[in-house]
């Protein structure tokens, strides 16, 4: 069955993708909000930017991440000037890069929830006297459920996939960086087919349930009457 | 300072709205226009829905808005019934109440079972929104707006939406809410029958402008506003029910002036009605003879004013103290010689009630 490092490269991933996700669910869904109500002119750039992971090479992304994070770049050196070290390498370097990574499966289906959520119910909540950020957690809230469920399923399990930025960022280290996409990876690379299989159905395995289950069990947006 | 002074300038390309309203702190205020004539943003900057910059909006004494001071939505002591429900699906018809009672910070006036008896929705109150009618729900709306015990009311059509029928279900409950709260209340409408069913006082919109501003049965007959209304020109009187024919199914009502019979409606003596008598439906005559035309009135002709058609007059003409407007020809006019000061006979073909 599974060995050892198998199961901590499994727990490892898990570790990550739950983090990345409760972390990209507060940053992101204030991003999504604002980028679902504002008219701005800022709206597109930060739109653009926001969505640029799913069609930048990860590679990309990781190595300049890596350069950021470096000991000459702006957020190695604010690290260091805070004695937190350095990222790169580190479980922390590899969450900093995923949240950057899986920031649109995030933001992406909470700003569609949101802005099927309209104008109206936030007056409605208005005129019986609940503040905005009331009215926010009130209403805009329950009324995105199924938008959370969704976008938290797939920046979890966008999560669980990542390869080449871990492999920028993070490298191979057992039980700290090396992930089950890495093991796998590894695994292949010393001819041990049989583990990989293993691995590999796993995670097939578990991606097909959870999309099933996002897929198959749906609900329906609730909608103002 | 007892009223409501309202003041709001906006300027937005293909619109401009400038009114400089004084309005009656208590009754039923209907802000009557054409869809694009301004009424709902007049409305949304009394709530705070838009803002109007240097706009001024005082309610009874209290300054809601001003050059230095501006209230958000959820700050100002309002009641708002839009024109679709738009009631929160994820909660219950329960939920949906209590969610502005339990935000309410002012004093409650209005207890919620008072509203929810007010607008007859006991049997609903566990009920999701998606399981209602749509009248249903516009009454659920309606006890939700009073339950945050309002010291004004905003309604923004909150009948166009529904058909005829349902219509029919909500106008009492609308009667009631004005007549037993002392509560004010602005109404948008584009409906006439609404507005004189309803109103105390009438606004006129138009093209972002007021052009009429004052009690209803003044406002409805004047001679400058009809071509407004369209077909729906007609005055309002205020009658009580004073006999009733029970072998030809017939009642008689009194106003200031004379009297008038009707279908026998089924409501006691001595009810105040009010009786809306459109101009299409009030002919004149030189002699008194044998017509169809029950209900004849001698009245005085007060003044003549053209009509949105050329071959048409509006004239309007003193019974009592009453004022009927009277739709004619041209022909009819100048064959008659129909001018002020001059009394005619005055045929009324047809009235309807507004209980």
């Known amino acids: ?225 | 300072m007892d009223r409501i002074r309202a003041r709001f300038q906006l300027y937005r390309p293909g619109f401009t709205l400038d009114v400089d309203l004084d309005l009656p702190g208590r009754g039923l205020t209907a802000l009557f226009g054409h869809s694009g004539s301004g009424k709902t943003t007049v409305l949304r900057c009394m709530a705070g829905l838009e803002r109007a910059p240097g706009g001024r909006l005082m309610v009874r004494g209290q300054t809601w808005q001003n050059s230095t001071h501006w209230l958000p939505t959820h700050q100002r002591p309002i009641g708002y019934v839009f024109q679709e429900a738009s009631l929160f699906a994820h909660l219950s018809v329960m939920g949906n109440l209590r969610y502005g009672l339990k935000r309410n910070r002012e004093a409650p006036r209005i207890r919620l079972e008072q509203a929810i008896t007010l607008l007859g929705i006991e049997p609903l109150l566990e009920r999701k929104p998606d399981r209602l009618s749509g009248g249903e729900r516009q009454r659920v709306s309606m006890a939700r707006a009073l339950a945050v015990s309002p010291s004004l009311l905003l309604m923004d059509e909150p009948l166009a939406a529904l058909d005829l029928a349902r219509k029919q279900e909500i106008l009492p409950y609308l009667e009631r809410l004005r007549d037993e709260l002392d509560l004010p209340i602005i109404y948008v409408s584009h409906a006439a029958d609404e507005v004189a069913r309803l109103a105390d006082h009438l606004v006129v919109l138009e093209q972002g402008g007021v052009i009429a501003s004052g009690p209803l049965a003044d406002t409805l007959s004047r001679l400058d506003l009809p071509i407004h209304l369209g077909e729906d020109a007609g005055t309002v009187l205020q009658a009580t029910v004073s006999e009733l024919d029970p072998q030809w199914h017939l009642m008689r009502v009194d106003f200031d002036g004379g009297h008038l019979w009707t279908r026998d409606h089924g409501l006691p003596l001595g009810q105040r009605v009010r009786v809306r008598v459109l101009a299409r439906d009030v002919s004149l005559a030189e002699h008194p003879g044998t017509s169809s035309i029950q209900n004849l009135l001698r009245g005085q002709i007060d003044a003549l004013a053209a009509d949105d058609h050329p071959g048409l007059t509006l004239v309007r003409v003193r019974v009592g103290t009453a004022t009927l407007l009277a739709r004619l020809t041209q022909r009819a006019v100048a064959t008659l010689q129909v001018k002020p000061g001059r009394e005619f006979w005055v045929q009324v073909k047809s009235v309807a009630l507004l209980p």
């Open chain 1, 1 to 225: 069955m599974l060995t050892d490092s198998d199961l901590q490269a499994l727990g490892l991933t898990l570790r990550l993708a739950s983090i990345v996700t409760l972390i990209l669910l507060v940053i992101g869904t204030p991003i999504a909000w604002w980028l679902a109500r504002t008219h701005s002119r800022w709206k597109g750039p930060v739109g653009a930017v926001v969505a640029l992971p799913l069609v930048l090479p990860p590679s990309v992304l990781g190595f300049y991440l890596l350069l950021a994070m470096g000991p000459n770049g702006p957020v190695g050196q604010l690290t260091q000037s805070m004695g937190m070290g350095l990222l790169p390498f580190t479980f922390w370097g590899l969450v900093v890069a995923s949240v950057f990574y899986s920031m649109p499966f995030m933001v992406q289906p909470l700003q569609t929830a949101f802005e099927s959520v309209g104008d109206r119910p936030l007056e409605v909540a208005a005129t019986l006297r609940a503040s905005p950020i009331d009215a926010f957690f009130s209403v805009a809230v329950p009324m995105s459920l199924p938008g959370f469920l969704t976008a938290s399923i797939l920046t979890f399990t966008h999560t669980v996939g990542e390869f080449g930025v871990v492999l920028m960022i993070g490298g191979n280290l057992p039980g700290v960086t090396r992930v089950a996409s890495v093991q796998i990876y590894d695994h292949v690379e010393a001819l041990e087919y049989l583990q990989a299989h293993r691995l590999s159905a796993v995670l097939l395995l578990f991606s097909f349930i959870v999309l099933l289950v996002l897929y198959a069990w749906r609900p329906t947006p609730r909608r103002s009457v």
